[in-house]
């Protein structure tokens, strides 16, 4: 069983910035891969980025050039880094973990609001 502990998010305003936290319950070596991803109301769950176990980052289109994933394994944690908010990027964003055997686990989903 693998548990995903999620913290961030909250109300900025366009431009500005915030940082997501996702702190898993294992190494987050023993992931095939962790993510974020975002639904906003009345559209479906999308991907905003990912990264391997190897270290190795994916990006939506969307977000290229303003979020980072990063992780820290000293604290089994996964971060996302927005930057240059727009309000098209409010959604309720999910952490998500892949483990060996196929099997995704989720985080809860933590409100992030992009208004002036």
């Known amino acids: 069983q693998v548990q995903l502990v999620v913290s961030g998010g909250g109300l900025v305003q366009p431009g500005g910035s915030l940082r997501l936290s996702c702190a898993a319950s294992r190494t987050v070596f023993s992931f095939t891969f962790m993510g974020w991803y975002h639904q906003a109301p009345g559209k479906e769950r999308e991907l905003v980025a990912t990264i391997s176990s190897g270290g190795t980052t994916n990006y939506a289109d969307a977000v290229k050039g303003r979020f980072t994933i990063s992780r820290d394994p000293a604290k089994n944690t996964v971060y996302l880094q927005m930057n240059s908010l727009k309000p098209e990027d409010a959604a309720v964003y999910y952490c998500?973990?892949?483990?060996?055997?196929?099997?995704?686990?989720w985080g809860q989903g933590t409100q992030v609001t992009v208004s002036s």
């Open positions: 998500a973990a892949r483990v060996l055997s196929g099997e995704d686990y």
